[in-house]
């Protein structure tokens, strides 16, 4: 073989090489999903709403959220707990049937409250707080907890990623601080868009940031 063809024979393996990696690299992306940063929020219900921001009060849209039809309201609230307290703490919309507030582990040392990690609605035998708004207060004796991890994601999300409602899953994290995380919980639904949910704590630990990617990993 002359040395022309062996250039030329370098030049299709490297050009071969980059195609295959570029198709593994689009693959990939096609099992990923966004990630959402959640940071410490309170979700109230009616009668919660009424008590801390006036009767008949409604919420003010400040940002859409990448769930369908959730948003930050410009409405904050004062969490107060047996050590300590925080303020301006966001209430996200709209109104639930539950008055439910995430916070972080962190977040717990100050307030003086043992934030179990759970399913968002699952309340049962969680720690109480107290909700101070511009009109009242309202004593809650359960509603805390850090929310686990979860990505949603519509039935056509799922069936292409063979996954189910309820079931747990990893997903992969690029980066300098990147890693695997294990039990995040699927949530399915025609209401939901594809995106993963992490608190703020855990988004530090792995340097990641709203819009970065996640990446499904095969059983």
Do not use: W
């Not at 004796?141 to 990505?151: C, K, P, Q, T």
């Not at 292409?160 to 399915?188: K, P, W």
């Amino acid at each position: 073989m002359d040395k022309n063809n062996v250039v030329s024979a370098e030049i299709v393996r490297q050009i071969t090489r980059m195609v295959v990696e570029e198709l593994q690299k689009q693959q990939r992306l096609e099992r990923s999903t966004p990630i959402g940063v959640s940071n410490r929020h309170v979700h109230l219900d009616r009668a919660d709403m009424d008590a801390l921001f006036g009767p008949g009060s409604e919420l003010t849209v400040k940002k859409m959220l990448g769930q369908p039809g959730q948003y930050a309201a410009e409405e904050t609230v004062t969490i107060r707990g047996p050590k300590g307290e925080l303020s301006r703490v966001r209430v996200l919309g709209p109104l639930r049937a539950q008055t439910q507030v995430e916070i972080s582990i962190a977040d717990g040392f100050t307030l003086g409250v043992k934030p179990p990690v759970r399913e968002s609605g699952q309340l049962k035998d969680t720690p109480g707080i107290e909700i101070i708004g511009p009109c009242g207060s309202v004593k809650k004796d359960s509603g805390v907890i850090a929310a686990l991890r979860h990505v949603h994601m519509t039935p056509k999300d799922a069936a292409r990623f063979g996954v189910e409602d309820g079931q747990y899953i990893q997903t992969e994290i690029d980066g300098l601080r990147g890693a695997i995380l294990c039990n995040v919980l699927v949530r399915v639904s025609d209401k939901y868009a594809l995106e993963m949910h992490i608190d703020v704590e855990e988004a530090n630990a792995l340097g990641v940031k709203n819009g970065d990617r996640a990446f499904f990993l095969d059983d």
